[in-house]
């Protein structure tokens, strides 16, 4: 039986790279000169704070991120941008959330749509990843460009790991 793994996953320091660029970015940028707040990784929690006086500058401070996490071969649906802007005393904060893994609704609509597609194929749930099965590698690939095409409906980068035959 041949089978592969999904997952769902971001290597750290590549993440940690990309935000110490926008940080010295944000150095080299005049209209962030004399401004308070900037941008922090939380490592443990894998959220990424970005903070600053008014809602505008918050907005091109993520533009820098997503520019930096691009030009680092991250792809910028890894960051989950639709948490709220919070006052915070004189600055306003916004969480960016890193997703690293699948959630349990991901894994079923990814499992869904394997089932969908009438392929030979078999996906299992195995907490925050997915391992299908078949019988030929043929229909492993197809799987692979089955999801490919629908990144947008899913809305989360994947990666294919473990391809065994």
């Known amino acids: 039986m041949a089978s592969f793994d999904i997952v769902s996953k971001i290597d750290p ?3 940690e790279n990309a935000v110490n660029n926008a940080k010295k970015e944000l150095l080299t940028r005049y209209d962030f000169r004399d401004t308070k707040g900037g941008i922090e990784l939380d490592k443990a929690n894998n959220v990424i704070t970005v903070s600053s006086e008014n809602s505008m500058k918050v907005k091109s401070l993520e533009d820098i991120l997503m520019t930096r996490l691009v030009k680092q071969n991250i792809d910028p649906t890894s960051l989950d941008f639709s948490a709220e802007e919070e006052p915070s005393g004189a600055l306003i904060k916004k969480k960016l959330k890193v997703r690293a893994g699948i959630d349990k609704d991901l894994s079923r609509k990814i499992q869904k749509l394997i089932k969908d597609s009438k392929l030979k194929v078999e ?11 078949a019988k030929k590698i043929d ?3 197809a799987v692979i460009a089955l999801l490919r095409q629908n990144a947008a409906t899913i809305g989360q980068p994947l990666q294919y790991v473990n391809m065994k035959s």
């Not at 996906?123 to 099965?133: C, D, F, H, M």
Request: charged content about 20%.
């Open 13 to 15: 320091q590549t993440l």
């Open 123 to 133: 996906a299992q749930i195995q907490g925050e990843q997915l391992r299908v099965t």
């Open 139 to 141: 229909e492993l690939q």
